[in-house]
Every structure is written in C-alpha cells, then in structure tokens.
C-alpha cells in the first residue's frame, strides 16, 4: 500500500522531476507556457526576450494597457494584481497594498494577510532602475529570493512602483490541488475562462493524432476527451488527454490524465493527476481527496490491485516505458 507523505513540501513533486514546471500540460493538449506566450503575441509582443511573468498560472490578459501605464506614469516597476478570495489564497501569493494605484506595500506569502489583493506575477521593469537597483540588492551579499522577497519591497520603498488591477480570472496552478482544481474548473458552464476563445485563443504546437474513440461500454459527463485518447470506461468530470486509454470496467472522477496514460479495468481513480504514460493496474484504487490529490509520475505503474492513499506521490519510472509521442 503506497502511504502519503510529501506533497506539503513537494509541491509539484513527481509531476515536475526531469522538467520544468511550464511544460506541464493544461486542459489536456495546451502547456503552461502557451498560455504566457498566448498573451504575449495577443498584445502585439511577438518578439520575447525576457517576458517577465509566471509561466504557472490561468490567466488571459492583454499587456497593451498594462504597458501604456506604465510607461504614462514613468514607474520603475509595475505589477499586476488580482483579488482573491480567502487568506489560504492570499497566503501563497505576494499580498500588495496601494493608494490610488500606488504600491504602499508589499508582503510576499504572509502568514497573516492584511488584505486579499495580490501579485499575479506580471511584472514591468524599467531596465535601467532594474539594474541599478539589482546591482544595490546583489551587493548585501544576501539570496534575492523571488520578485516580492527584497526587489520589489525595494522599489516600493522610493515610492516607485504601480498597481494595476486585473479584473478577469487568474489562478496560480503552483500546488497540486490547485494544479488539478484550476484544469476541472474549466469543465464548468460557463467556465471561468476558455482556452479556445476566439478572440483571444491559447495557442499551442499540437501534436498530430487521430480522433477520440468512444466505446459503446463509455459513460462521460463533464470531461474532455482529446485527440487520440480511447474511452471505454466510466470518466466523470474529468480531463483525458493524447493518447490516453480508460478501459472497460474502469472508472476515471475529478481527475486529469496526461498524454498516453492507462486505466486499466476495474481500476479506480479519484482526485488523481496522471502524469504521461502511467499504467493504473486492473483494480487498483487510487484515491486523492479534495484537499489532497494523488501524483503520479511520469510512467510510474500502479500494480495491479493497489491502493494509493490521499496525498501520495509516486515518483516518475526511470525510464519512460516508450517515447513521448507529443513532445518535440
């Protein structure tokens, strides 16, 4: 029996070993990364040097507004902030205080929070008070640590920073309830925000793939099924992605599974993120909870007749069983 343990302090764990964070996959055949560079070429930016934000968050926004304030009112730094709704939230953040869009102060992940407006991870920099200012920092012969530990305090502090509020949705897909809670939020009708809007698409190198198959035996409500994927089985609000199989007899809820991942019959899967080309044995039961989801590496087999524990991770196999067919 696989026992859970750490999750807390792993974050992203099995999902994140051998690769970085923005390459994981969202809403089944996207990638973190497609949507900061989505809103990047939407805002005209079409050449990306340095695009200073999160590559870990559900966001859609235009950075022409954003841009022309910062450059209106001459600030060293601009940030972007959203309103979330519980101090959990504000908690994991950089919680931001401002007057008139003046940013008075900032505390990055505070104990405490004195309010619930937050940094969403978008910054604007004027390059030579950024340097200049990163040179001071670097000279204390202390770790500059994230954006909201010493540089940004720093620039509040000459009174030099602005606060521009973003209205839309935002959330920070850093933790693996958020990860797996921000992907099923978008089965929902209306969704909070569409990967696939016309105006404003996310863009993404999609990997060639015949069309979902859906057996007979199948019983679905409030999933998505991408390009490849076979389904069988019973799958309840739920992301299945490339390649992925969910046999006969099994049974797939609250959960996402990553490119080319098995469900084998009989299995169960709840509250689960699958990473790709993991085999869930027949029969197995792996059985994540609101506040604490299930990982499992990329390849890793769940032995048949299992049981996975709320909050386990399993680490990635040590070798892919077979190429990943949807990466470049």
Request: hydrophobic share 40%.
């Given at each position: 029996?696989?026992?859970?343990g750490?999750?807390?302090?792993?974050?992203?764990?099995?999902?994140?070993?051998?690769?970085?964070?923005?390459?994981?996959?969202?809403?089944?055949?996207?990638?973190?990364?497609?949507?900061?560079?989505?809103?990047?070429?939407?805002?005209?930016?079409?050449?990306?040097?340095?695009?200073?934000?999160?590559?870990?968050?559900?966001?859609?926004?235009?950075?022409?507004?954003?841009?022309?304030?910062?450059?209106d009112?001459?600030?060293?730094?601009?940030?972007?902030?959203?309103?979330?709704?519980?101090?959990?939230?504000?908690?994991?953040?950089?919680?931001?205080?401002?007057?008139?869009?003046?940013?008075?102060?900032?505390?990055?992940?505070?104990?405490?929070?004195?309010g619930?407006?937050?940094?969403?991870?978008?910054?604007?920099?004027?390059p030579?008070?950024?340097?200049?200012?990163?040179?001071?920092?670097?000279?204390?012969?202390e770790?500059?640590?994230?954006?909201?530990?010493?540089?940004?305090?720093?620039l509040?502090?000459?009174?030099?920073?602005?606060?521009?509020?973003?209205?839309?949705?935002?959330?920070?897909?850093?933790?693996?309830?958020?990860?797996?809670?921000?992907?099923?939020?978008?089965?929902?009708?209306p969704?909070?925000?569409?990967?696939?809007?016309?105006?404003?698409?996310?863009?993404?190198?999609?990997?060639?793939?015949?069309?979902?198959?859906?057996?007979?035996?199948?019983?679905?409500?409030?999933?998505?099924?991408?390009?490849?994927?076979?389904?069988?089985?019973?799958?309840?609000?739920?992301?299945?992605?490339?390649?992925?199989?969910?046999?006969?007899?099994?049974?797939?809820?609250?959960?996402?599974?990553?490119?080319?991942?098995v469900?084998?019959?009989?299995?169960?899967?709840?509250?689960?993120?699958?990473?790709?080309?993991?085999?869930?044995?027949?029969?197995?039961?792996?059985?994540?909870?609101?506040?604490?989801?299930?990982?499992?590496?990329?390849g890793?087999?769940?032995?048949?007749?299992?049981?996975?524990?709320?909050?386990?991770?399993?680490?990635?196999?040590?070798?892919?069983?077979?190429?990943?067919?949807?990466?470049?």
């Amino acid at each position: 029996m696989h026992r859970p343990g750490r999750w807390i302090r792993r974050r992203l764990g099995p999902l994140t070993d051998g690769r970085a964070k923005p390459s994981l996959p969202v809403g089944g055949h996207h990638r973190l990364i497609d949507i900061a560079l989505s809103n990047a070429a939407h805002s005209g930016l079409s050449d990306v040097w340095v695009l200073v934000c999160s590559a870990d968050h559900l966001v859609l926004i235009d950075h022409r507004p954003v841009i022309a304030e910062h450059l209106d009112t001459g600030a060293d730094a601009t940030v972007v902030t959203t309103e979330v709704t519980t101090d959990a939230d504000a908690a994991r953040a950089m919680v931001v205080q401002d007057t008139d869009g003046r940013g008075t102060a900032v505390d990055d992940k505070p104990e405490h929070p004195a309010g619930h407006v937050v940094g969403t991870e978008i910054f604007l920099y004027r390059p030579d008070r950024l340097g200049a200012v990163l040179h001071e920092l670097v000279g204390q012969d202390e770790d500059l640590g994230d954006h909201g530990d010493r540089l940004i305090p720093a620039l509040v502090a000459d009174a030099s920073v602005r606060a521009v509020r973003h209205d839309g949705h935002w959330r920070d897909l850093g933790t693996p309830e958020a990860y797996l809670d921000g992907q099923l939020a978008l089965l929902a009708d209306p969704p909070p925000l569409r990967l696939d809007d016309p105006r404003w698409p996310v863009l993404t190198s999609m990997p060639v793939r015949a069309p979902a198959r859906i057996e007979r035996t199948a019983e679905l409500d409030r999933t998505w099924v991408s390009p490849g994927a076979a389904v069988a089985g019973t799958v309840i609000n739920s992301i299945v992605g490339p390649g992925a199989r969910v046999a006969a007899g099994a049974e797939v809820r609250d959960s996402v599974l990553m490119a080319d991942a098995v469900v084998e019959p009989g299995a169960r899967v709840v509250r689960s993120v699958l990473a790709e080309q993991v085999v869930v044995g027949r029969d197995a039961r792996l059985a994540g909870t609101t506040a604490d989801p299930v990982l499992v590496g990329t390849g890793h087999r769940v032995d048949a007749q299992a049981r996975v524990d709320a909050g386990a991770q399993l680490d990635p196999a040590e070798r892919p069983r077979r190429p990943t067919r949807d990466h470049d």
